[in-house]
T-cell receptor
């Protein structure tokens, strides 16, 4: 089964600083990859998803961007962080013919 | 567009009591439905899924859910709560969009289990 590596586990960044969160996947090829953000009391919001290298779909307009430079690598970025970017970011993967999502352990981002 | 509504952001039960977490969905096509569980500071784990086979789905840790098309519901139940069930539970719906397979989550229900 798929294994998702996501780092760092926690991150504290000042407003206006850049961001790069990385997610890599093992155990599958050509997966669908996803970035979700979880804010307190608001469930999981789908931010981006990708069906292949260089293919990114954005679900909501925001201060963030995503890239997929390799088949099993998915990166979430920002040029200038806002306070509202704080939250728990989860990378997820769907591989093969399954509908199930596999999740990474998440990154708790605090923008101060 | 798909959407998921979870009734009750917090549910509290006594150990040994019935657990009922409610979920209603909106989908223009026959949906795939899921329940995930999240323990503190962790990612999500799949509890169970409905993919148009049996309407009563059994998952891990004694949980089950019943798909009711007429009510557009997919409520999660467990006959007897255990302290280890305390966690946050998310209902989700998936379908195939123009960009691929998307999963949309509800806002979550935090389950508290009292001794």
């Amino acid at each position: 089964s798929q294994t998702i590596h996501q780092w760092p586990a926690t991150l504290v960044q000042p407003v206006g600083s850049p961001l790069s969160l990385e997610c890599t996947v093992e155990g599958t090829s050509n997966p669908n990859l996803y970035w979700y953000r979880q804010a307190a009391g608001r469930g999981l919001q789908l931010l981006f998803y990708s069906v292949g290298i260089g293919q990114i779909s954005s679900e909501v307009p925001q201060n963030l961007s995503a890239s997929r430079p390799q088949d099993r690598q998915f990166i979430l970025s920002s040029k200038k962080l806002l306070l509202s970017d704080s939250g728990f970011y989860l990378c997820a993967c769907r591989g093969g013919h399954g509908e199930k999502l596999f999740f990474g352990s998440g990154t708790q981002l605090s923008v101060l | 567009a798909q959407s998921v509504t979870q009734l009750g952001s917090h549910v509290s039960v006594s150990e040994g009591a019935l657990v009922l977490l409610r979920c209603n969905y909106s989908s223009s096509v026959p949906p795939y439905l899921f329940w995930y569980v999240q323990y503190p500071n962790q990612g999500l784990q799949l509890l169970l899924k409905y993919t148009s086979a049996a309407t009563l789905v059994k998952g891990i840790n004694g949980f089950e859910a019943e798909f009711k098309k007429s009510e557009t519901s997919f409520h999660l139940t467990k006959p007897s709560a255990h302290m280890s069930d305390a966690a946050e539970y998310f209902c989700a719906v998936s379908d195939v969009g123009t960009g691929g397979f998307k999963t949309i989550f509800g806002a979550g229900t935090r389950l508290f289990v009292k001794a």
